[in-house]
């Protein structure tokens, strides 16, 4: 193969790459919402977050830009009472009923996709 071909191949593998890393990105299956149960949680929006998160700042931004309030739960002030068996990564934001049930997300959700969630179907 000569030294222009080989050049093409990496440029159609590079450019490959980037469209399927922005299909996965817009397609949201990095961030998907899951049903979650956590009793004892407060109701309506809960953003999850940790002193160390660095993305947690993003959707605190979002959620203040579209005006919507949340309770943050922050894994180190609440100590036992952070639901750890269900929330693995944060930031998490989720959405609880009087049960407790409801979804959850984590990861760095858009502002229109929380916009979305928030308004409901």
Same mark, same amino acid.
């Given at each position: 193969?000569?030294?222009?071909?080989?050049?093409?191949?990496?440029? %159609?593998?590079?450019?490959?790459?980037?469209?399927?890393?922005? %299909?996965?990105?817009?397609?949201?299956?990095?961030?998907?919402?899951?049903?979650?149960?956590?009793?004892?949680?407060?109701?309506?929006?809960? +953003?999850?977050? #940790?002193?160390?998160? !660095? #993305?947690?700042?993003?959707? /605190?931004?979002? +959620?203040?830009? +579209?005006?919507? #309030?949340?309770? @943050?739960?922050?894994?180190?002030?609440?100590?036992?009472?952070?639901?750890?068996?269900? $929330?693995?990564?944060?930031?998490? +934001?989720?959405?609880? *009923? @009087?049960? !407790?049930?409801?979804?959850?997300?984590?990861?760095?959700?858009?502002?229109?996709?929380?916009? /979305?969630? $928030? *308004?409901?179907?």
């Amino acid at each position: 193969m000569t030294d222009t071909g080989i050049r093409v191949v990496v440029v %159609l593998g590079v450019v490959a790459t980037s469209v399927a890393i922005g %299909l996965v990105i817009r397609s949201g299956s990095l961030v998907r919402r899951v049903p979650v149960h956590l009793p004892g949680m407060p109701v309506g929006l809960v +953003l999850f977050t #940790s002193e160390a998160c !660095g #993305s947690c700042a993003a959707v /605190r931004s979002s +959620l203040l830009t +579209l005006g919507v #309030s949340a309770t @943050e739960v922050v894994a180190e002030s609440a100590g036992a009472r952070f639901p750890r068996k269900v $929330v693995d990564r944060v930031p998490a +934001l989720a959405m609880l *009923d @009087e049960d !407790g049930r409801g979804w959850i997300a984590t990861g760095v959700p858009s502002t229109r996709r929380i916009r /979305r969630w $928030v *308004d409901g179907p």
